[in-house]
Nanobody
Framework: QVQLVESGGGLVQAGGSLRLSCAAS????????LGWFRQAPGKQREFVAR????????LYADPVKGRFTISRDNAKRTVYLQMNSLKPEDTAVYYC????????????WGQGTQVTVSS
């Protein structure tokens, strides 16, 4: 069974950068796609980015295009989210998720890591 553990969140000033990591255990890491989502207080969870099993295809939500980069290191069983030019509206709990089966549905989720961007 796949387990995901996020890290790297914290407090940063607007315009700053953070890199989130998500380490996976269990099933062979290189066989499934991964995504990042976020949930701000009082809002629904929203899609941020997705990367396919090999790392060759990445998709981004419009609000983060050009600022965030998703990548993965299959040897380290880790997916990353590099966040640059952070804005206060990026403040949220960020979750890593895996499309393990794959069905296009994220069926394994991490516990989340808090990102706070101050103005």
């Amino acid at each position: 069974q796949v387990q995901l553990v996020e890290s790297g969140g914290g407090l940063v000033q607007a315009g700053g950068s953070l890199r989130l990591s998500c380490a996976a255990s269990g099933r062979t890491f290189s066989t499934y796609a991964l995504g990042w989502f976020r949930q701000a207080p009082g809002k629904q969870r929203e899609f941020v980015a997705r990367i396919n099993w090999s790392g060759s295809v990445a998709l981004y939500a419009d609000p983060v295009k050009g600022r965030f980069t998703i990548s993965r290191d299959n040897a380290k069983r880790t997916v990353y989210l590099q966040m640059n030019s952070l804005k206060p509206e990026d403040t949220a709990v960020y979750y890593c998720a895996a499309d393990v089966n794959p069905t296009g549905i994220y069926d394994v989720w991490g516990q989340g890591t808090q990102v706070t961007v101050s103005s």
